[in-house]
């Protein structure tokens, strides 16, 4: 089993910086692909970003294209993201996922969310 673990969400005013972090333990070698998803209050969730197990595979949303930034750290089995020039739209629980690929339904672990507000 993998678990993961969220947290550094919290109240931000708008154009703040937030970074979030995502520890996996359990048996990560069996997932290639880390990734951030967001949900806003009444809607679905939707993608952020993932990173691929070689790092320079990343991918965004273009929502958050050169303001959000995920990285990894392979000894801390750690996913972050540093998030900033944060706007009120970006208010969200943000999920850490684990899986096959970036897409939703490949992600097959799952974190419990830390919750993002922004203040405008």
Do not use: H
């Not at 979030?20 to 359990?26: D, I, P, Q, R, T």
């Not at 320079?56 to 959000?68: C, D, H, I, L, P």
């Not at 706007?87 to 490949?106: F, I, L, M, N, Q």
């Amino acid at each position: 089993q993998v678990q993961l673990v969220e947290s550094g969400g919290g109240l931000v005013q708008a154009g703040g910086s937030l970074r979030l972090s995502c520890v996996a333990s359990g048996r990560t070698f069996r997932f290639s692909v880390m990734g951030w998803f967001l949900q806003a209050p009444g809607k679905e969730r939707e993608f952020v970003a993932a990173i691929g197990y070689a790092a320079s595979n990343t991918y965004y949303a273009e929502s958050v294209k050169g303001r959000f930034t995920i990285s990894r750290d392979y000894v801390k089995n750690t996913m972050y993201l540093q998030m900033n020039s944060l706007k009120p739209e970006d208010t969200a629980v943000y999920y850490c996922a684990a899986g096959r690929s970036p897409t939703e339904g490949d992600m097959n672990y799952w974190g419990k969310g830390t919750l993002v507000t922004v203040s405008s």
